[in-house]
């Protein structure tokens, strides 16, 4: 058994290198995945920790409700800021600093001896928590070159789900075994860790530079290679090195971010896609409770269906993308995200109608509309690079971040109201044909996200060849 495990772990770990093109760059995909993987787990360690937390310091379920929502909105703004410094100095110490810092304010947390210490750590993890995204963003697009980014971003987004559900799980025993305050620090101990591997295993890549070099012969250099043979100005599409531009203000920056069409559709899809994914999680196992009639404990594995399908859903649709654009499909990134969410919307609710009565018939719906639901963001991710300059990288992700947040932060409530509206339930809580009809009148915002990026379709080789003319125009 050791042997078949061994061996397993290698051919897993061969064919890794193959995809990325490299060890060095196999690395690079780890470390960036981990970023996003650490701060999905302190996320999902409030919730799995609740319990404990609640007998501890003696607050209810609207209080740690609130914890995340206001980290959530605290992140929401300083992501703004956090964007321009992203943009504007050094990448990799910025992201190692805020490791170290978001590790202390969270180990903080687990000192807390009331709610308003907690929150006072919880705002502080928020505003730290921000620079994560914009930052991710903006070294993948100048660490990989454009016909590469979409296999790119699937393996780094599936890292970002495996990060939430370990932590889910892992913070749920520890809180059971031991405490909640044991289960943040167990947390918290790995952000050192982390930054440790940032500041030695990362470099701080050029702006609009080449990319970095890739293993001759892996499956990622024949891909690149016939991508940029049989698609004429591909390479002109990622941007070439710019002069040191001129400054311009933020609101400026973000005006000329917003005023390209492809973009706006870009972002307000996203947002749309992660508000259904977090009202979707967050009713899921009462849904299944209440539904089919099966404990809590075991409903908690509908959550495995969900995330084993979005990480799956993940890393196959940004290969397929890629591939796509090797075949000459140059709007390949919209329309399969565009695609993948309306597959998602068809698929859940084909689940859901179908399987009403039976746990077993809904399950495989589950499992393929969660990979449809996760396999939109590999290329739409990429996408929003292709259509941006990459000095307006970082601020272009914090502006998404910030429409993302405002959608995001009321879901659980408009979704819980909705199932309560539609439920026949004389105490005024959602029944499961409620939740399941209020997933179905919810999914209007798949579709619509759908729907937008079948459109922008049209505009996005029209922008992604207006950044390659603009390799010179003074940014920021």
């Known amino acids: ?140 697009g100048d660490y990989f070159r454009r016909g590469e980014r979409g296999r790119i971003y699937g393996f780094i987004l599936a890292g970002e789900l495996l990060g939430s559900g370990i932590g889910f799980l892992a913070s749920g025993n520890v809180a059971a075994l031991l405490s909640w305050r044991e289960a943040f620090w167990m947390v918290a101990a790995l952000g050192p860790l982390l930054s440790l591997l940032v500041a030695r295993w990362l470099s701080e890549p050029e702006r609009g530079g080449e990319g970095l070099p890739l293993q001759v012969g892996s499956s990622a250099h024949r891909a690149l290679a016939i991508y940029e043979e049989e698609s004429p100005g591909a390479t002109a599409a990622d941007p070439l090195r710019a002069a040191e531009p001129a400054p311009i203000t933020l609101p400026q920056a973000i005006g000329r971010i917003l005023r390209v069409r492809t973009n706006r559709s870009l972002i307000v899809a996203s947002a749309l896609g992660y508000f259904y994914f977090t009202g979707l999680r967050t009713f899921a196992v009462s849904f299944v409770h209440r539904q089919y009639g099966i404990p809590n404990s075991a409903a908690s594995t509908l959550l495995v269906v969900l995330g084993v399908g979005a990480i799956a859903g993940t890393v196959t649709s940004g290969r397929l993308g890629d591939r796509l654009l090797t075949r000459g499909h140059r709007a390949a990134r919209p329309a399969l995200a565009g695609v993948a969410y309306v597959v998602c919307a068809v698929v859940f609710g084909l689940g859901l109608v179908l399987g009403r009565s039976s746990l077993l018939v809904a399950a495989p719906f589950v499992f393929v509309g969660a990979a449809a639901l996760g396999g939109a963001n590999p290329p739409l991710d990429a996408a929003r690079l292709d259509v941006m300059e990459p000095m307006l990288w970082g601020r272009a992700e914090s502006a998404r971040t910030v429409f993302r947040s405002l959608l995001e932060a009321p879901a659980p409530v408009l979704f819980g109201m909705v199932a309560t509206a539609l439920s026949a339930s004389p105490r005024g809580t959602a029944t499961g044909e409620g939740l399941a009809d209020a997933f179905l009148v919810m999914m209007i915002g798949p579709v619509v996200a759908g729907l937008l990026l079948l459109r922008a379709t049209r505009t996005y080789p029209r922008d992604v060849d207006r950044v390659a003319a603009a390799d010179r125009d003074p940014l920021p």
């Open 1 to 140: 058994m050791p042997n078949l495990i061994s061996s397993t772990r290698a051919a897993v770990a061969r064919r890794l290198v193959d995809a990325t093109g490299g060890p060095g760059r196999l690395r690079v995909v780890a470390i960036l995945a981990a970023v996003l993987a650490l701060d999905s787990a302190d996320k999902a360690t409030v919730g799995a920790a609740a319990p404990s937390l609640e007998s501890s310091i003696g607050i209810g379920d609207a209080q740690v409700g609130l914890l995340v929502t206001v980290s959530t909105a605290v992140a929401a703004i300083a992501t703004l800021p956090a964007g321009v410094l992203v943009d504007r100095v050094n990448r990799v110490r910025l992201l190692t600093a805020a490791l170290v810092v978001w590790s202390i304010a969270l180990a903080a947390g687990g000192l807390a001896g009331s709610w308003p210490t907690l929150m006072a750590s919880r705002l502080a993890l928020g505003a730290v928590g921000a620079v994560a995204g914009p930052a991710t963003a903006s070294l993948v």
